[in-house]
Structures are given as structure tokens and as C-alpha cells.
């Protein structure tokens, strides 16, 4: 039998196999549920991430702990990055109709493969975005406006790779952006510890999603659409160490700005996930062959651990 009939109807080629959109959502929201990569949520772990990084750094340096409002800038923050990472992907695939349609990879989209029309996925964008914005409506004043200062980075990404060979720069500041958000919604003000997860976060992405274009290297090359990937080629893997470098030099300047005056103990646990997070990509790094898609795949996806590991010891350090 072939990989084509052995697909669910209308599954994107690079979906997870077996997700849950394709196995149990009612067949009338799938092609929907496909436009926001509900059936590829390492997006929206990557989105989420900085976040976490922010809002439970935020908690340690203020030594307060872990209480009811962190407890919902936690779950807020889930429900936006997957509001707002799916508000992105759908305007994404608006304007990269015609590309995708190109590329072997996303020619099985919702909007290329005819399972949404342009005017249908608008109207699921502006739906995904009024509920993101409702619940962006229930944090502080100044992160609000943080949280729609982050629109002008989602509406210039989609176009960054007709114009400049380092679009991931240009995701990179959007998928980033909650490292401030959360900061100030938890802090009431925006803070240097913030910017610099912000910077970090950036060199992060650059780092995961320039192993995520290798992918398209030879399609990108054909229609003429930029990339790190294509632009650093058989130099990749000299950047993406450059790239780790950063990041783990930024977050840990993150760290010892923000807990300078609490214990040793926080510290030392925000430091060593800062440090885990380096030894991830390091293995990644390892690991990699620009010229296996499928491996290409799989680093992406791992990432959700790389960046899970400071989240979690921020977390700890929070509670102590």
C-alpha cells in the first residue's frame, strides 16, 4: 500500500503520525485544526517555552514563590502560545500559499491542497486571534501592550525569506516575544533579565530552525526563497555553534542578573538548566546531518526538551 493511502484524508505530509486531529477531531474542523498545526505541536511548545523561561525566573528573582496568579500566567500563557501560534501559522499559510504549493513538503496545506479557501482560513484567524486577545485582557496593563506590540513581528515574518536570507531572525523575534510578556506580567514592568531570555531565545531559534530548513534546502533553492540553511550550507554546523554559544551565554547572563540576591541554592539550579539546555543542543549538534531530512526533523522536534530543561529547573528555583 502506499504512504498516500495509508494517510488519513487530507493529512499534511509532515504531521506527526497517529496525532490526535487526524485519529479523533470531528472531520468538518480538521482541515482548521491542520491550518493552526494542532497536528505539529512542537510549534507551539517552542512559542510557549520562553514564557515559562520568563514567568517562573520572574517568580524566583521576586521570591514569591508559586502561588494563584503565577498559577494562571502559567495556564494563560499555554492557551495563548496555541491561540496565537495557530492566529500565525494560518496567516503563514496565507501568504505562502503559492510557495507551498511549490514544495513537495507543505503542498499538502490545508489552503494548496483545497481543504480551506483564503477566505475561510481569515475568518479562522481572526477567530483564533479574538481569544488570544481575551485572554491577554486579563493580564497587566503594560503587558497588554507588550502582547500587541508582538503583532508587527507576526505579520513581518511570513515575508522575511523573500527578502533576506535570515528569516529566522525574523521568527526568531516573534516566537520569542513571550519572554517579555510573561516577564512584565509577572513583574508589572518590563526588566534586562527579560531582554536578555529575549536574546537568547532568538539564538535559540536560529539555532533549531535553521536544522528545520535544511529540510527544503533544494525546493527553497528552486523557487527562490532565503534561508540560514541555504545561506550557511556546508557551514552550518560552525553557526549553529556560534548560535549555541549565545544562547547559553545569554540565558545565563539572564540568570545571574536576575537572581544575584537570592539564594545559592535558586541560583545554582537556574544556572544548571541554562547549562542542561547547552549539553541538549550540543548532542543535537552530534547528531545532525544537514543532508537527512528526516533526521533534520526529528532535532527540530527535539527541541521541545531543550527548552523544557531550563523551564523546569527556573521552576524549581522558583519554589525554593
Not at 491550518?35 to 524566583?60: N, V
Not at 500563557?77 to 494560518?90: I, V
Not at 486571534?129 to 511570513?158: C, D, M, Q, R
Not at 533553492?221 to 545561506?231: D, F, H, M, Q
Request: with cysteine; proline share 4%.
Amino acid at each position: 500500500m502506499s504512504e498516500t493511502r495509508e494517510r488519513p484524508e487530507g493529512q499534511v505530509a509532515d504531521a506527526v503520525r497517529g496525532n490526535w486531529v487526524d485519529r479523533l477531531a470531528p472531520a468538518v474542523t480538521r482541515p482548521y485544526l491542520r491550518l493552526s498545526r494542532a497536528d505539529r505541536p512542537i510549534g507551539t511548545w517552542l512559542l510557549l517555552l520562553p514564557c515559562w523561561w520568563a514567568l517562573f525566573l520572574a517568580a524566583a528573582a521576586g521570591g514569591s514563590g508559586i502561588g494563584t496568579n503565577e498559577l494562571w500566567l502559567f495556564a494563560g500563557a499555554a492557551m495563548g502560545a496555541f491561540l496565537m501560534r495557530g492566529a500565525g501559522c494560518t496567516w503563514n499559510d496565507i501568504t505562502d500559499r503559492d510557495i507551498d504549493a511549490a514544495v513537495a513538503r507543505t503542498r499538502s496545506r490545508p489552503i494548496p491542497s483545497g481543504q480551506v479557501s483564503v477566505k475561510q482560513a481569515l475568518l479562522w484567524l481572526v477567530a483564533q486571534s479574538l481569544v488570544a486577545f481575551a485572554i491577554l485582557l486579563t493580564f497587566n496593563l503594560s503587558a497588554i501592550v507588550l502582547g500587541i506590540a508582538s503583532l508587527a513581528t507576526v505579520a513581518i515574518y511570513p515575508f522575511a525569506k523573500r527578502f533576506t536570507w535570515w528569516p529566522q531572525v525574523f521568527l526568531g523575534l516573534a516566537f520569542n516575544w513571550g519572554a517579555l510578556l510573561l516577564w512584565t506580567a509577572q513583574t508589572g514592568q518590563l526588566g534586562w533579565p527579560a531582554v536578555l531570555l529575549y536574546l537568547g531565545g532568538i539564538s535559540w531559534t536560529l539555532f533549531y530552525d535553521t536544522i528545520y530548513a535544511h529540510q527544503d534546502r533544494e525546493d527553497d533553492a528552486l523557487i527562490g526563497v532565503k534561508s540560514t540553511a541555504r545561506l550557511f550550507a556546508q557551514n552550518t554546523r560552525a553557526w549553529l555553534r556560534v548560535f549555541l554559544i549565545a544562547t547559553v551565554g545569554l540565558l545565563g547572563l539572564a540568570v545571574l542578573l536576575a537572581l544575584g540576591d537570592a539564594s545559592i541554592l535558586a541560583l545554582v539550579l537556574a544556572v544548571a538548566g541554562v547549562w542542561g539546555m547547552g549539553w541538549h543542543m550540543l548532542w543535537q549538534l552530534q547528531q545532525l546531518d544537514i543532508d537527512d531530512p528526516a533526521t533534520c526533523l526529528r532535532l527540530f522536534r527535539a527541541n521541545r526538551d531543550t527548552g523544557l530543561i531550563p523551564a523546569l529547573f527556573f521552576a524549581v528555583a522558583a519554589l525554593l
